[in-house]
């Protein structure tokens, strides 16, 4: 007879279970634990409830997950199975952190990593400038400019400030000589010998 057919009680629910809910324990004749696995897990977590209070630490209150689904500990919400990454060394098969917390804090750690600052400060940085782009003054500010030799950030531009002044090579006698085009006073080179221009001062 398999482990199914072969039932055993449960000492803590007091349910008769397949062998196969109880987890192995060699100290015991069957083998087996008294208790099903799910008491176990249950009598777990209430233990380390306990300790944290002793210790004074918060506790989570315990949040029924329906099947399926998952609870995120860093947001706190109860998500379906598709809202999280893969994670093949985990024992659900599935990330620690649902895929909208894991994006905010890739967020976060790119900005440490790229420009040194935290969320925080490049929110002060945008609020300094009234949330809007520093070169056209209208767009919304959502782009850290800086300077790639330096590393030093110069300011938070709109997606098309910033990739202009990219195509300009981050090069201001360029940007002088687009605004003076622009203006309608484009500078005209002379030539001065075979394949030598030179640019009016």
């Known amino acids: 007879m398999s482990d199914f057919e072969i039932g055993k009680r449960c000492a803590g629910c007091e349910r008769v ?22 008491c176990v897990a249950e009598y777990s977590a209430a233990h380390y409830r306990r300790r944290r209070a002793a210790l004074g630490k ?15 500990r860093t947001c706190g919400e109860v998500k379906a199975h598709g809202e999280w990454h893969r994670n ?5 098969g599935l990330s620690t952190r649902c895929k909208a917390c894991r994006a905010v804090q890739g967020r976060a750690g790119h900005l440490k ?20 782009c520093v070169i056209c003054l209208s767009a919304p500010a959502i782009h850290m400019d ?21 195509k300009l090579g981050d090069d201001p006698d360029t940007v002088r000589r687009a605004a003076a ?4 006073s484009s500078w005209k080179p002379t030539l001065v010998a075979p394949g030598v221009y030179q640019l009016p001062s």
């Open 88 to 92: 093949a060394t985990a024992s659900d």
């Open 146 to 166: 800086h300077c790639h030799e330096t590393g030093k950030v110069r300011g938070v531009l709109c997606f098309n400030c910033n990739s202009a002044i990219g």
């Open 17 to 38: 279970l397949a062998k196969v809910c109880f987890a192995a324990d060699r100290n015991r004749r069957d083998g087996l634990q008294t208790r099903c696995r799910e």
């Open 113 to 132: 990593r790229q420009y040194g600052m935290t969320e925080a400060e490049r929110d002060e940085l945008v609020a300094s400038q009234k949330g809007l």
């Open 181 to 184: 085009y622009l203006e309608g």
């Open 58 to 72: 918060t506790v989570r209150e315990k949040v029924e997950v329906p099947p399926g689904h998952k609870l995120c």
